[in-house]
């Protein structure tokens, strides 16, 4: 049993639904043992800048199904790549850190988010910071965990897309591509492109040819169908490019991440010069798969995973990341759970999407 009286909770990275849920479970479980809550407004930087506000039963309330995050976020990184070996080196800001969690006297930390935030989260463990994680991202591309908060939420608004542009296309003869997130993995595209019906997947797994997908298109056609839906993951590699994500130039956020996107604008470009019988349109999903309300599966992953992480913590686990093994929810150290990151879609589905004919 730790001797935790205080526990600081922040939000950071890309939001998702379920934050919420998770803020929420925290409160509920700490308060009746006893825990005073306190949250880090916009993830790191309440941190940095003691920006932090209490949590009390009536904060958190009306909060379950909503999606964003009650506590803000951002990108904040307290910790600095050294250009030559790749290393993080602390900035001043991990000195803020530590002086406002003493000032404020919060003895743990609860982190919700994905690689960043949570790699943040472990390299302040030397620095005396006790902190258990709770993986959040819609990209689901955690290692050590089955599935991330707010993962599910995006496959429902991904599949409910790809419900809606089936008719169009159909009815209008067309490839309708459909470009999803994923930066690394293609967790969205994939799982979102088998269960929504997709005809091709490009994720960032395997890279792909603009004539493969000529070919596919083509073999759909010569089987008499006359429509084709494309799913591609912003992250998703064309050969052409050098196996390389379309990326906007010059763009780089605080972890040292290209802003990706444009790769569903690049490949209708590449697919009319082709000149195939089918008109290609783009619909990017963008920041809708990030917005809305939590699914229930979310809602429960977070619940569960938010009462976990205050248990942990009592109990004196820190520098692990909540994580859900098939049923069950349990710790899993964050040094092993990043080294995983980012976690590719397995065989498993990559086989699924082959054996029943998608691209
Ligand atoms: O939340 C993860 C993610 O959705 C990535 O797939 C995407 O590249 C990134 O966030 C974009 O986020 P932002 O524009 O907020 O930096």
Redesign the pocket.
Known sequence: MADVKRIGVLTG??DSPGINAAIRAIVRRAKPAGLDVVGSRDGWWGAVEDDLVPLGLGDVAGILHIGGTILGTS?TNPFQKNADTGAWTPTSKVDQILETLKRRQVEALIAIG?DDTLGVAHRLAPHGVRAVGIPQ???NDIAGTDYAIGFHSALAVVTDALDRLHTTAHAHHRVLIVEV???DAGWIAILGGLAGGADVILAPEEPFSVGEVEEALQRRLDAGRRFSIIVVA?GARPVELGSRPVATEGRV?AFGHP??GGVGYWLAAELEKAGLPLTPRVTVLSYLQ?GGVATPTDRLLATRFGAAAVEFSQDGQYDVMVALHGPTVVAVPLAEALAGCPKPVGPEFLDLARNIGVR
């Open positions: 990275g890309g990108r994905g991202t819609i990209d997130m994923g930066r912003e956020d802003q990706l990030r």
